[in-house]
């Protein structure tokens, strides 16, 4: 009968009640009482089941178990005492029964110890990681707040050689500096994304809604990565299907989408290829895709490339922070949009971004540098 209480990790600390031991002597001392004043045949010892259950909520695993042997001892003992009469054999079977049940009901309280003492420290485990995720998190969100002065500082510097502020700069420095500015930038852009996200994921993400016609927009966004298709010898096809394309949006947050999936592009794009940005009305949603030539994306990573911080494991050329795609997810999310991306035939990827298309009798204008 020893199996019958399971070996357990180490028991929570019990709280035990001045009154318990007191409690649980009068249970068995009653108990006692009906058991040996009565005939063998009436069976008391189901009513120790008490004494069980309070010795399980206030007292040890050790004292758990010493209160239910005794109980199904006393229980077995009124057999021989006080007589020493035969018993019939239902008497015996009634007994025998009730010392089955005190055995059950105390391996049930100690399995639902086990049980309480796992669940409390899973809880306890559970919180501590997520004090850990938020202390990592704001260290995360303060330094790279910390790294925007000294990054801009240096951009400036970069800035004032080129102007040739400190004297005259020949080719091949002017060749050196313009690839620190891109370098620079790009870390810059890499820090203001992170500083966005956790942004984003803490107070949630405020939108400046108004009327952006995405043909301007997107136009615009081709212009500014132009050079950087060009830098890496990719062609940029830019191919509205329409008259207009009206969402209600915030036109600095959908350029920030769009530069991430057309230098998403880009990146991946082999060189010698062309990107295409293709915008086209689909239903009551404008859509934009933007496609490249680039060896494409595991089936099992689609689903997965707009998670926060998941870089892809295939062949694809390029690896990021994994911030971009999760930041446009954020944005377009916030619009009541959606996005995914498709494998394309016979080599390639689509990026897909749909917006709700604003109504047709309102107004519309274009975006520009101004309006922004």
């Known amino acids: 009968m020893v199996r019958l209480f399971a070996k357990g990790a180490n028991s929570l600390p019990i709280r035990r009640l001045p009154s318990t031991y007191g409690l649980i002597a009068a249970i068995f001392l009653v108990v006692i009482l009906l058991e040996y004043s009565t005939p063998p045949a009436f069976v008391f010892g189901y009513l120790y089941t008490g004494a069980v259950l309070l010795a399980h909520r206030h ?203 057309l230098s998403n592009a880009i990146n991946h794009a082999p060189r010698g290829t062309a990107v295409s940005v293709i915008l086209e009305t689909v239903g009551s949603e404008q859509q934009v895709q933007v496609c490249d030539r680039g060896p494409g994306i595991a089936a099992h990573e689609l689903s997965h490339l707009f998670e926060r911080f998941y870089q892809s494991y295939s062949h694809r050329q390029a690896k990021g922070s994994g911030l971009g795609l999760y930041l446009s997810r954020q944005i377009v999310e916030a619009h009541s949009g959606k996005i995914w991306a498709e494998n394309r035939d016979p080599q390639g990827a689509v990026f897909y971004c749909r917006l709700p298309a604003m109504p047709v009798h309102e107004r519309c204008e274009p975006v520009t540098d101004s309006s922004r």
């Open 59 to 261: 007292l040890s695993r050790q004292q758990v178990i010493g209160v239910t042997l005794a109980a199904a001892a006393l229980t077995l003992l009124n057999l021989v005492l006080p007589g020493l009469e035969s018993h019939s054999l239902p008497t015996v079977a009634n007994r025998l029964i009730a010392v089955v049940a005190l055995l059950v009901a105390g391996y049930l309280s100690d399995r639902n110890r086990f049980y309480a003492d796992e669940i409390a420290r899973q809880q306890a485990h559970i919180q501590a990681q997520a004090q850990l995720a938020s202390l990592r998190e704001d260290f995360i969100s303060t330094l790279t707040h910390d790294l925007k002065t000294p990054l801009l500082g240096a951009i400036e510097t970069i800035n004032s050689f080129c102007a040739q502020q400190f004297g005259a700069v020949n080719p091949t420095q002017r060749k050196v500096l313009a690839m620190m500015q891109r370098s620079h930038r790009s870390t810059l852009q890499l820090v203001e994304t992170m500083l966005d996200v956790y942004r984003n994921d803490a107070e949630g993400l405020g939108l400046t809604l108004l009327p952006v016609e995405l043909r301007s927009l997107l136009a615009d966004t081709v212009t500014r990565l132009t050079q950087l298709a060009l830098s890496r010898q990719i062609g940029i096809q830019f191919t509205p299907q329409g008259q207009t394309f009206c969402v209600s949006g915030d036109a600095l947050q959908l350029q920030r989408v769009f530069e991430n999936l």
